[in-house]
């Protein structure tokens, strides 16, 4: 990314996630090149949508708000094995067991 294609973005993560009433442009683009600089992956920061706008995003540097980002950046990495598919066959394997129902009261026991 060139110099306005990284400011074009810094300036779309700050009116996706802060607050409108609460930027601070200079703060909030400072801020930005640090978080795109720690997660750089563009798509990344498209795909995340969280539930609420922060009023800054100097949110993402506190503890709890840089874990949210570690762990959505966990999920974003996480790379799945396809699962494993078997075929199991059309027809029966062996024989079906006859299971005799045990006496549910003393009256079946005892044959009444």
Do not use: C
């Not at 074009?8 to 640090?34: G, H």
């Not at 539930?51 to 800054?56: D, E, I, V, Y």
């Not at 995003?57 to 790379?79: C, D, M, N």
């Not at 079906?96 to 009261?105: G, L, N, Q, T, Y």
């Amino acid at each position: 990314m060139d110099a306005k294609e990284r400011n074009l973005f810094r300036k779309s993560l700050i009116l996706k996630f802060v607050d409108p009433k609460t930027r601070n442009w200079p703060r909030d683009m400072k801020i930005a090149a640090k978080l795109l600089a720690e997660f750089p992956d563009s798509e990344f920061w498209e795909g995340y949508n969280p539930t609420r706008q922060f009023p800054s995003l100097a949110s993402f540097l506190t503890p709890f708000g840089h874990s949210l980002l570690v762990k959505q950046w966990r999920i974003y990495k996480l790379e799945l094995k396809p699962q494993k598919t078997h075929n199991l066959a059309e027809e029966k394997l062996g024989e079906d067991k006859e299971i005799k129902a045990k006496p549910r009261s003393i009256f079946e026991f005892l044959g009444v």
